[in-house]
């Protein structure tokens, strides 16, 4: 997929600008095609603390290392293993990340003292371009600790007012994240792929490019296996008003009740609802997911509902349902404990 020309949308801080700021210490806002990230040079320790800080991110939860080449990986990793080529020659630039042994010289903060460190080289020429100068960047989300994440440079603005207007965080607009949804995170080893978050590679992508290679090969998923990523918590990337994910067998053609979930949120009857029918095809779903959940928290409703088919389950709405069941404070209709995932 060829990097997609970037349309700003507000005034945006040159590369210069960003080049400097991440040369002293501080943190850049940058655009990738999945979501925006709090960036910050790996070989400054300040630079790294000041990303948790500033996102009031606990420090079990380790960060993505974004490279711009192949041979930025020097110094991250510690094995490339013959699956990781592969898989980066087919996925990257692109929402993948590749959780591999780390190198001993990275700073731990980074992994958070795991021996695995995750990487990936985005796509968004801006970016990209920015990273061939400054050398790697590790950089999660660009909101705080379990927000929602911010698919435009506005939604940066919103989440970081006051650390923008200090100098503490400077924005490169790179217009709408393309995808809308986080990278896939994939563990790999000789023998082994897990999915520990999924994201804009799907499974069966991922499969797909192993069939082609010859490659006879399970790739594990959240729901056959336990292990996640550290941060990838139950409740996360959640609005500020309470989100309740609903499932039907054809939204459009049942009746929702809000009356109903508005007494069960413990709102008053009359309490406004923000619907929101997700568009049918994932990828415009996804791409508009976080957007609709930031429209939707400025509105005048209390709470969000976003309706959902049944049926949605494969492909991208694997990464779709994850984000909403983990935004969510209320599954509808109520789940029978057995149906609990
Ligand atoms: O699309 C994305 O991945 C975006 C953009 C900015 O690249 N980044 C992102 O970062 O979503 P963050 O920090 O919000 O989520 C990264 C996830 C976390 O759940 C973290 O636990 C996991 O990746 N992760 C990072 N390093 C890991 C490691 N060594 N082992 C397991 N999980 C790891
Ligand atoms: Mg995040």
Same mark, same amino acid.
């Given at each position: ?96 990340? $590749? !959780? +591999?042994?780390?190198? @001993? &010289? ?7 003292? #795991?021996?695995?460190?995750?990487? =990936? ?48 965080? $400077? !924005? +490169?607009?790179?217009? @709408? &994240? ?7 995170? #994939?563990?790999?080893?000789?023998? =082994? ?149």
């Amino acid at each position: 997929m060829p990097p997609k020309q970037p349309e700003p949308t507000s005034t945006s801080a040159s590369l210069g600008a960003c080049t400097t700021q991440l040369a002293s210490g501080h943190t850049v806002a940058i655009p990738t095609e999945t979501v925006y990230g709090l960036a910050a040079r790996i070989d400054i320790p300040a630079a790294i603390q000041s990303i948790f800080t500033l996102k009031e991110r606990p420090s079990f939860d380790p960060l993505i290392v974004h490279i711009a080449e192949l041979e930025q990986l020097k110094g991250l990793v510690a094995e490339w293993p013959p699956l990781a080529g592969i898989l980066a020659t087919a996925f990257w630039p692109g929402p993948l990340t $590749l !959780v +591999l042994p780390k190198h @001993p &010289s990275l700073n731990p903060a980074i992994t958070s003292g #795991l021996e695995t460190v995750g990487v =990936r080289m985005p796509n968004h020429p801006l970016t990209l371009e920015l990273i061939r100068t400054t050398g790697p960047l590790a950089a999660p989300s660009a909101n705080k600790f379990g927000h929602t994440s911010p698919t435009r440079a506005e939604h940066v603005q919103q989440e970081f007012a006051r650390e923008i207007e200090n100098g503490d965080i $400077l !924005v +490169l607009d790179g217009g @709408p &994240s393309e995808v809308g949804v986080e990278s896939t995170v #994939l563990r790999v080893t000789s023998d =082994r792929l897990e999915i520990l978050r999924p994201g804009g590679v799907t499974a069966d992508q991922i499969k797909a490019r192993l069939a082609a290679e010859g490659l006879d090969m399970s790739v594990e998923t959240p729901a056959r296996n336990d292990r996640r990523s550290p941060g990838h918590l139950e409740h996360h990337y959640m609005p500020r008003k309470p989100l309740v994910w609903s499932l039907d067998e054809k939204p459009s053609q049942t009746p929702l009740d809000t009356t109903a979930i508005a007494k069960q949120l413990g709102l008053p009857t009359a309490a406004k609802a923000t619907v929101l029918t997700l568009n049918e095809d994932p990828r415009l779903a996804a791409r508009e997911l976080y957007h609709q959940f930031r429209e939707a928290d400025s509105s005048t409703a209390e709470f969000i509902v976003v309706r959902l088919p049944r049926s949605k389950t494969d492909g991208l709405w694997s990464a779709i349902t994850d984000r909403l069941k983990r935004a969510a404070q209320l599954q509808w209709p109520l789940p029978m404990p057995d149906q609990i995932p």
